[in-house]
């Protein structure tokens, strides 16, 4: 069964600094797999996903994520945050075949300082 | 495009009531929808996958009778959760995939429902 592991609850950089969410995911093949952001009381926003190729993916608002086969990781990372991106990041799995149903991680609170 | 909306917002209902929730899609058509729950400060849960037409399939231990789900159109599900108590106040999320991406149907959230019942 697929599977997602957000190693971290909460972390917490200053405004300006680089930030790096981690995530781990349990599959038995090549998964997709995806960043969402949610805003208090909000849905989810799409910040990037992975398919296939190039295993360095671009996604809004300045993040991008690596996907490592090897580790079964797909880390998260901004070089500068703003206070803006305060916010729950969540990161996804999901299978190729079947209903094509998502994993969510327990997802990762971030809090920017001033 | 992808825009999915959810209606109401928020409700808040006496115990034993019955709410009604709606998802939309927008500017696309959805074959499938998916159902979430989310509990304050943790992860979405998948509580049953809608598709048109059809009945809806449930993870485990999602009460069937408790949640039920109505996808009778292409832009339209809904999630009424019958005979509310206490314990089902959440937020609810529902998800859309359109049908006319030829590959993997990336899902598309709505804004969330927050039910709170007393």
């Known amino acids: 069964a697929q599977s997602v592991t957000q190693p971290d609850i909460h972390i917490t950089v200053s405004e300006g600094a680089s930030l790096e969410l981690r995530c781990n995911y349990s599959y038995g093949a090549t998964p997709y797999l995806f960043w969402y952001v949610q805003s208090p009381g909000q849905g989810l926003q799409l910040l990037l996903k992975y398919f296939s190729g190039d295993t360095l993916v671009q996604g809004i608002k300045g993040f991008e994520a690596e996907f490592k086969r090897s580790q079964s990781s797909f880390n998260l990372r901004k070089p500068s945050v703003h206070w803006s991106d305060a916010a729950e990041y969540f990161c996804?799995?999901?299978?190729?075949?079947?209903?094509?149903?998502?994993?969510f991680g327990q997802g990762t609170r971030l809090t920017i300082n001033p | 495009g992808a825009v999915v909306s959810q209606h109401p917002s928020r409700v808040i209902c006496k115990s034993g009531t019955s709410v009604k929730i709606e998802c939309r899609s927008l500017?696309?058509?959805?074959?499938?929808m998916f159902w979430y729950r989310q509990f304050p400060k943790q992860s979405l849960m998948l509580m049953a996958t809608?598709?048109?037409?059809?009945?809806?399939?449930?993870e485990q231990g999602v009460e069937k009778d408790k949640f039920l789900i109505n996808h009778a159109s292409l832009t339209l599900s809904t999630l009424t959760v019958t005979s509310a108590h206490p314990e089902d106040s959440s937020f609810y999320i529902c998800s859309a995939r359109d049908r006319a991406s030829s590959s993997y149907n990336e899902q598309f959230f709505g804004p969330g429902t927050r039910l709170t019942v007393l």
């Open positions: 996804a799995v999901g299978a190729r075949q079947g209903a094509q149903k998502l994993v």
């Open positions: 809608s598709n048109e037409g059809s009945k809806a399939t449930y």
């Open positions: 500017d696309f058509q959805a074959t499938t």
